[in-house]
């Protein structure tokens, strides 16, 4: 087995790296607030994760705190040696993954950017969906980690493939959310019971595991971060941001984006995204 680097032990990148310690890697971690993980080695710096490492798997909150850790001082890319792998499931702009792949192809490095899909459930569980861009022969080599990390990994192609991938996911989910939140908020309103709504609607077209899950979730108010709502809207800030290179108009996305500005503004962040629901209720009073 090769030796495995970990950086960002978050709410997803905890599981994620427990996970790879029960699948016998031997692995090396660094976070930036000080955590413990049973069966790996933690260690003070990004750099000293690659140094130890033959593959550096990075899980972190945005492109600058990427390119920070794998660009900037002590960082991966100053521990990694020649024929190493950096496989960032961070969810970043596809620009991002474009340079950090070709600052690190100078140093003979390869790169991928493989973000997933899935919440927290998923990173435990092992069932991450991961979407993945660069070569084809790197994800060859990383395919035994994405055996261990998730139930469906999809090549998709060259480096920033697989953030664009994931930029298009967090658009559905994100107007899928609203349009959950949204049917909901009529029954109610209209005197049916949201419950029974949301079971008649799980046996038709209208059926998702947004509906199924987050459905459940707006029933019961229950918000506790599976996937926090501002790195929701993060996400869809890269969405608009691509969607403006491209010159791709995505009307309901900016929408979306709003109602998560919202959200936040009224101090709910840190709630599960599934909390837009809050935003609609609160019009009503």
């Given at each position: 087995?090769?030796?495995?680097?970990?950086?960002?032990?978050?709410?997803?990148?905890a599981?994620?790296a427990r996970?790879?310690?029960?699948?016998?890697y031997?692995?090396?971690?660094?976070?930036?607030?000080?955590?413990?993980?049973?069966?790996?080695?933690?260690?003070?710096t990004?750099?000293?994760?690659?140094?130890?490492?033959?593959?550096?798997?990075?899980?972190?909150?945005?492109?600058?705190?990427?390119?920070?850790?794998?660009?900037?001082?002590?960082?991966?890319a100053?521990?990694?040696?020649?024929?190493?792998?950096?496989?960032?499931m961070?969810?970043?702009?596809?620009?991002?993954?474009?340079?950090v792949?070709?600052?690190?192809a100078?140093?003979?490095v390869?790169?991928?950017?493989?973000?997933?899909s899935?919440?927290?459930?998923?990173a435990?569980?092992?069932?991450?969906?991961?979407?993945?861009?660069?070569?084809?022969?790197?994800?060859?080599?990383?395919?035994?980690?994405?055996?261990?990390?998730g139930?469906?990994?999809?090549?998709?192609?060259?480096?920033?493939?697989?953030?664009?991938?994931?930029?298009?996911n967090?658009?559905?989910?994100?107007?899928?959310?609203?349009?959950?939140?949204?049917?909901?908020?009529?029954?109610?309103?209209?005197?049916?019971?949201?419950?029974?709504?949301?079971?008649?609607?799980?046996?038709?077209?209208?059926?998702s595991?947004?509906?199924?899950?987050?459905?459940?979730?707006?029933?019961?108010?229950?918000?506790?971060?599976g996937?926090?709502?501002?790195?929701?809207?993060?996400?869809?800030?890269?969405?608009?941001?691509?969607?403006?290179?491209?010159?791709?108009?995505?009307?309901?996305?900016?929408?979306?984006?709003?109602?998560?500005?919202?959200l936040?503004a009224?101090?709910?962040?840190?709630?599960?995204?599934?909390a837009?629901?809050l935003?609609y209720?609160?019009?009503?009073?």
């Amino acid at each position: 087995m090769e030796r495995i680097g970990f950086v960002g032990l978050g709410i997803m990148g905890a599981p994620m790296a427990r996970n790879l310690v029960a699948a016998g890697y031997e692995l090396t971690f660094h976070n930036r607030s000080r955590r413990e993980l049973d069966g790996a080695t933690g260690v003070g710096t990004a750099r000293a994760v690659a140094e130890r490492s033959d593959i550096v798997i990075t899980m972190l909150p945005d492109s600058p705190d990427v390119e920070d850790v794998v660009l900037g001082a002590d960082g991966v890319a100053e521990g990694l040696r020649s024929g190493g792998l950096l496989v960032d499931m961070s969810t970043v702009a596809p620009a991002t993954a474009r340079r950090v792949h070709a600052a690190l192809a100078e140093r003979g490095v390869d790169a991928l950017d493989a973000p997933v899909s899935g919440g927290e459930a998923a990173a435990c569980s092992g069932e991450l969906s991961i979407m993945v861009g660069g070569s084809e022969q790197a994800v060859e080599r990383a395919r035994p980690l994405f055996d261990v990390l998730g139930k469906a990994t999809t090549y998709v192609g060259p480096p920033g493939a697989g953030q664009v991938t994931k930029a298009a996911n967090q658009v559905v989910v994100a107007l899928t959310i609203q349009a959950v939140a949204e049917a909901l908020l009529l029954a109610r309103a209209s005197g049916v019971d949201p419950a029974r709504v949301r079971e008649a609607l799980l046996g038709g077209f209208a059926q998702s595991k947004v509906l199924e899950a987050h459905g459940q979730r707006m029933l019961d108010g229950a918000f506790d971060p599976g996937f926090r709502a501002a790195l929701h809207r993060k996400d869809l800030g890269i969405a608009l941001q691509s969607a403006r290179e491209q010159h791709v108009p995505l009307l309901a996305t900016a929408q979306a984006a709003e109602l998560f500005n919202a959200l936040i503004a009224q101090g709910d962040g840190d709630r599960d995204h599934s909390a837009l629901a809050l935003v609609y209720e609160r019009m009503l009073r």
